[in-house]
């Protein structure tokens, strides 16, 4: 593999991939309509359905068939596409959520760095009152649209604002998955989620795989695992091997 997702998963390689089109990056997405970034990843993307946790979620990703797989990542235009990966936090965390629609029916959720949408079109199927899909990348946003469009759900409110650090609202559920990849964003997370708890009695549940910036950080300790999923042959061998995701509950007084 010698395109965008050589530097997958591991926490040196995100950080390497984030620079490489921090570096290169040629067009923003104030730069282009919708409709043209729609365009854009309906070409660039593949409606993928079974090989995940989740095969009752489509949505549209990279794959090996996609030209951006191999391709210069200096041609890529937009931000990082971090959207365009199924991350295996992400999975387990939606997995979670369609296995216990309990867990989301008639509560107001965040999905936090909501990527590709997975978790936000999940709380929907279980019934959430209000979903709102955060994510700092715009174009994520309307990759989310397109997917929810996939699943035949209503579209939650797409934030492009950094919300981390802000005052936060009212939310009665924050989900999580694949956001503790490096080290000052972790602590910038354990910090606020401290205050949307202490404020409104929010419940966190946060997806990770095991990366090792997971596993070290302090939140780690504050956290009680609520299931563990086995990911899939495809899955593994397209996160160096990685063969479980857990979700977990933050409780800070542990």
Known sequence: MSGLFITRTCSGR??????????????SKSCQSDENIRRFISENTE???GQSLTPEIKLRLFTP???????RPELWPFEDPYWAIYWPGGQALSRFVLD???VCRGRTVLDLGSGCGASSIAAQLCGAAHVVANDIDSVAAVATHMNCELNGVESPVCVTDNLIGSDPDGFDLILLGDMFYDEALATSLHSWLDRCIQVHGTRVLIGDPGRAQFEGHNIRRLLHQMAQFELP???????YGLTCSSVWCYNPEL
């Open 14 to 27: 995100l950080k390497l991939f984030h620079k490489l089109f921090s570096q290169t990056r040629t067009l």
């Open 233 to 239: 042959e495809s899955v593994r061998e397209e996160n």
């Open 65 to 71: 068939d996609c030209r951006f797989w191999t391709e």
């Open 100 to 102: 216990r629609p309990e």
């Open 47 to 49: 409606v993928v359905g």
